[in-house]
T-cell receptor, first 119, second 113 residues
Framework: DAGVIQSPRHEVTEMGQEVTLRCKPISGHDYLFWYRQTMMRGLELLIYFNNNVPIDDSGMPEDRFSAKMPNASFSTLKIQPSEPRDSAVYFC?????????????????FGPGTRLTVL | QKEVEQDPGPLSVPEGAIVSLNCTYSNSAFQYFMWYRQYSRKGPELLMYTYSSGNKEDGRFTAQVDKSSKYISLFIRDSQPSDSATYLCAMSVTFSGNTPLVFGKGTRLSVIA
Protein backbone atom coordinates (compact mmCIF):
# COMPACT_ATOMS: atom_id res chain seq x y z
CA ASP A 1 0.00 0.00 0.00
CA ALA A 2 1.29 3.48 -0.83
CA GLY A 3 0.13 4.92 2.47
CA VAL A 4 -1.61 8.25 2.88
CA ILE A 5 -0.82 10.53 -0.06
CA GLN A 6 -0.81 14.29 0.23
CA SER A 7 -0.29 16.95 -2.40
CA PRO A 8 1.35 19.27 -2.90
CA ARG A 9 4.31 18.57 -0.60
CA HIS A 10 5.23 22.24 -0.56
CA GLU A 11 3.14 25.30 -1.30
CA VAL A 12 4.26 28.91 -1.30
CA THR A 13 1.61 31.52 -1.90
CA GLU A 14 0.89 35.16 -1.27
CA MET A 15 -1.50 36.50 1.30
CA GLY A 16 -5.05 36.60 0.02
CA GLN A 17 -4.69 33.70 -2.39
CA GLU A 18 -6.76 30.54 -2.21
CA VAL A 19 -4.92 27.39 -1.17
CA THR A 20 -6.17 23.83 -1.67
CA LEU A 21 -4.49 20.88 0.01
CA ARG A 22 -5.31 17.35 -1.08
CA CYS A 23 -5.31 13.97 0.63
CA LYS A 24 -5.83 10.40 -0.51
CA PRO A 25 -6.35 8.08 2.48
CA ILE A 26 -5.33 4.45 2.66
CA SER A 27 -7.82 2.32 0.76
CA GLY A 28 -10.47 0.85 3.04
CA HIS A 29 -9.96 3.32 5.88
CA ASP A 30 -13.19 4.83 7.20
CA TYR A 31 -11.77 7.77 9.13
CA LEU A 32 -9.84 10.75 7.86
CA PHE A 33 -8.25 13.43 10.01
CA TRP A 34 -6.71 16.81 9.13
CA TYR A 35 -4.07 18.14 11.57
CA ARG A 36 -1.93 21.27 11.54
CA GLN A 37 1.57 21.43 13.05
CA THR A 38 3.39 24.60 14.09
CA MET A 39 6.33 25.24 16.39
CA MET A 40 4.20 27.33 18.71
CA ARG A 41 1.14 25.09 19.03
CA GLY A 42 2.39 21.64 18.05
CA LEU A 43 0.07 19.19 16.27
CA GLU A 44 -3.60 20.15 16.45
CA LEU A 45 -6.70 18.49 15.04
CA LEU A 46 -8.64 20.62 12.57
CA ILE A 47 -11.45 18.31 11.44
CA TYR A 48 -12.20 14.64 10.97
CA PHE A 49 -14.55 12.58 8.82
CA ASN A 50 -16.20 9.19 9.15
CA ASN A 51 -17.42 7.59 5.93
CA ASN A 52 -17.05 10.94 4.16
CA VAL A 53 -19.20 12.79 6.73
CA PRO A 54 -17.62 15.52 8.89
CA ILE A 55 -17.85 14.49 12.55
CA ASP A 56 -16.09 17.31 14.38
CA ASP A 57 -14.86 20.57 12.86
CA SER A 58 -14.41 22.45 16.13
CA GLY A 59 -10.68 22.71 15.48
CA MET A 60 -11.09 24.65 12.26
CA PRO A 61 -9.68 28.06 13.16
CA GLU A 62 -12.16 30.23 11.30
CA ASP A 63 -14.48 30.51 8.33
CA ARG A 64 -11.57 30.91 5.96
CA PHE A 65 -10.95 27.18 6.37
CA SER A 66 -13.17 24.55 4.81
CA ALA A 67 -12.79 20.80 4.25
CA LYS A 68 -14.62 18.35 2.07
CA MET A 69 -14.58 14.63 1.44
CA PRO A 70 -16.56 13.98 -1.75
CA ASN A 71 -15.72 10.27 -1.76
CA ALA A 72 -13.86 7.64 0.25
CA SER A 73 -10.60 8.18 -1.57
CA PHE A 74 -10.23 11.95 -1.60
CA SER A 75 -10.39 14.94 0.72
CA THR A 76 -9.49 18.60 0.39
CA LEU A 77 -8.66 21.34 2.87
CA LYS A 78 -9.15 24.82 1.48
CA ILE A 79 -8.02 28.16 2.87
CA GLN A 80 -9.57 31.25 1.32
CA PRO A 81 -8.18 33.86 1.68
CA SER A 82 -4.85 32.70 3.07
CA GLU A 83 -2.91 34.70 5.68
CA PRO A 84 0.73 34.51 6.86
CA ARG A 85 -0.38 33.01 10.19
CA ASP A 86 -1.69 29.99 8.28
CA SER A 87 1.89 28.98 7.51
CA ALA A 88 2.35 25.49 8.94
CA VAL A 89 2.67 21.83 8.01
CA TYR A 90 -0.73 20.28 7.35
CA PHE A 91 -1.08 16.54 7.87
CA CYS A 92 -3.77 14.17 6.78
CA UNK A 93 -4.20 10.86 8.61
CA UNK A 94 -6.50 7.91 8.06
CA UNK A 95 -7.56 4.89 10.09
CA UNK A 96 -9.73 1.81 9.97
CA UNK A 97 -11.97 2.97 12.79
CA UNK A 98 -14.17 1.18 15.25
CA UNK A 99 -13.97 -2.42 14.07
CA UNK A 100 -10.20 -2.43 14.17
CA UNK A 101 -10.30 -0.62 17.46
CA UNK A 102 -11.95 -3.58 19.09
CA UNK A 103 -8.76 -5.55 18.60
CA UNK A 104 -6.79 -2.72 20.13
CA UNK A 105 -4.42 -2.47 17.23
CA UNK A 106 -5.87 0.38 15.25
CA UNK A 107 -3.88 3.52 14.77
CA UNK A 108 -3.89 6.64 12.68
CA UNK A 109 -1.54 6.60 9.70
CA PHE A 110 -0.14 9.97 8.79
CA GLY A 111 0.77 11.29 5.36
CA PRO A 112 4.04 13.13 4.70
CA GLY A 113 2.38 16.53 5.15
CA THR A 114 2.09 19.70 3.08
CA ARG A 115 4.39 22.53 4.10
CA LEU A 116 2.49 25.76 3.49
CA THR A 117 4.16 29.15 3.45
CA VAL A 118 1.99 32.24 3.06
CA LEU A 119 3.99 35.38 2.29
CA GLN B 1 -2.97 25.42 30.52
CA LYS B 2 -2.62 23.13 27.53
CA GLU B 3 -4.07 19.64 28.01
CA VAL B 4 -0.74 17.95 27.31
CA GLU B 5 2.62 19.48 28.20
CA GLN B 6 5.91 18.29 26.75
CA ASP B 7 9.36 19.85 26.95
CA PRO B 8 10.35 20.65 23.35
CA GLY B 9 14.07 20.24 24.00
CA PRO B 10 16.22 19.97 21.99
CA LEU B 11 17.86 17.03 23.73
CA SER B 12 21.30 15.91 22.62
CA VAL B 13 22.88 12.69 23.95
CA PRO B 14 25.87 10.50 23.02
CA GLU B 15 25.30 7.17 21.35
CA GLY B 16 24.56 4.44 23.88
CA ALA B 17 22.99 6.76 26.44
CA ILE B 18 19.65 6.15 28.11
CA VAL B 19 17.10 8.74 27.05
CA SER B 20 14.10 9.80 29.11
CA LEU B 21 11.24 11.69 27.49
CA ASN B 22 8.24 12.90 29.47
CA CYS B 23 4.78 14.41 29.24
CA THR B 24 2.26 15.64 31.76
CA TYR B 25 -1.44 16.02 31.18
CA SER B 26 -4.45 17.52 32.87
CA ASN B 27 -7.44 15.52 31.57
CA SER B 28 -8.08 12.57 33.88
CA ALA B 29 -10.36 10.98 31.25
CA PHE B 30 -7.37 9.99 29.11
CA GLN B 31 -7.00 6.22 29.14
CA TYR B 32 -4.69 5.52 26.22
CA PHE B 33 -1.24 6.94 25.89
CA MET B 34 0.86 6.83 22.78
CA TRP B 35 4.30 7.82 21.63
CA TYR B 36 4.82 8.84 18.02
CA ARG B 37 8.17 9.29 16.34
CA GLN B 38 8.54 11.90 13.63
CA TYR B 39 11.60 12.06 11.42
CA SER B 40 12.47 15.34 9.75
CA ARG B 41 10.10 16.23 6.91
CA LYS B 42 7.96 13.13 7.57
CA GLY B 43 4.62 12.41 9.20
CA PRO B 44 4.39 10.98 12.73
CA GLU B 45 4.49 7.18 13.11
CA LEU B 46 3.13 5.26 16.09
CA LEU B 47 5.97 3.89 18.20
CA MET B 48 4.21 2.52 21.28
CA TYR B 49 0.93 2.67 23.11
CA THR B 50 -0.10 1.83 26.66
CA TYR B 51 -3.42 1.52 28.37
CA SER B 52 -4.02 3.06 31.79
CA SER B 53 -1.16 2.88 34.28
CA GLY B 54 1.83 0.60 34.05
CA ASN B 55 4.83 -0.22 31.91
CA LYS B 56 5.22 -1.61 28.43
CA GLU B 57 8.47 -2.71 26.86
CA ASP B 58 9.33 -3.17 23.20
CA GLY B 59 12.95 -3.83 22.45
CA ARG B 60 15.00 -0.82 23.51
CA PHE B 61 11.88 1.23 24.24
CA THR B 62 9.90 1.31 27.49
CA ALA B 63 6.74 3.34 28.02
CA GLN B 64 5.52 4.16 31.51
CA VAL B 65 2.24 5.68 32.63
CA ASP B 66 1.49 7.03 36.11
CA LYS B 67 -2.15 8.11 36.05
CA SER B 68 -2.09 9.22 39.68
CA SER B 69 0.52 11.83 38.78
CA LYS B 70 -0.78 12.38 35.24
CA TYR B 71 2.73 11.71 33.98
CA ILE B 72 3.99 9.51 31.16
CA SER B 73 7.51 8.62 30.09
CA LEU B 74 9.35 6.98 27.24
CA PHE B 75 12.77 5.49 27.88
CA ILE B 76 15.19 4.59 25.11
CA ARG B 77 18.05 2.29 26.07
CA ASP B 78 21.32 2.07 24.13
CA SER B 79 20.29 5.04 21.99
CA GLN B 80 21.40 5.03 18.37
CA PRO B 81 21.91 7.85 15.86
CA SER B 82 18.92 6.42 13.98
CA ASP B 83 16.78 7.34 17.01
CA SER B 84 17.34 11.03 16.22
CA ALA B 85 13.86 12.38 15.63
CA THR B 86 11.07 14.31 17.30
CA TYR B 87 9.07 12.27 19.79
CA LEU B 88 5.46 13.27 20.39
CA CYS B 89 3.28 11.97 23.17
CA ALA B 90 -0.41 11.62 22.35
CA MET B 91 -3.44 10.74 24.39
CA SER B 92 -7.06 9.81 23.95
CA VAL B 93 -10.06 8.71 25.92
CA THR B 94 -10.29 5.50 23.88
CA PHE B 95 -7.75 3.63 21.77
CA SER B 96 -9.17 3.42 18.34
CA GLY B 97 -8.45 4.96 15.02
CA ASN B 98 -11.72 6.85 15.25
CA THR B 99 -10.69 9.00 18.21
CA PRO B 100 -8.96 12.33 17.73
CA LEU B 101 -5.64 12.44 19.49
CA VAL B 102 -4.32 15.21 21.73
CA PHE B 103 -0.61 15.68 21.15
CA GLY B 104 2.23 17.21 23.08
CA LYS B 105 4.43 19.64 21.16
CA GLY B 106 7.15 17.04 20.76
CA THR B 107 10.74 16.71 22.00
CA ARG B 108 13.51 16.90 19.43
CA LEU B 109 16.18 14.27 20.16
CA SER B 110 19.66 14.09 18.64
CA VAL B 111 21.85 11.04 19.29
CA ILE B 112 25.45 11.85 18.52
CA ALA B 113 27.73 9.05 17.23
Amino acid sequence: DAGVIQSPRHEVTEMGQEVTLRCKPISGHDYLFWYRQTMMRGLELLIYFNNNVPIDDSGMPEDRFSAKMPNASFSTLKIQPSEPRDSAVYFCASSLGLLAGISGTDTQYFGPGTRLTVL
Amino acid sequence: QKEVEQDPGPLSVPEGAIVSLNCTYSNSAFQYFMWYRQYSRKGPELLMYTYSSGNKEDGRFTAQVDKSSKYISLFIRDSQPSDSATYLCAMSVTFSGNTPLVFGKGTRLSVIA
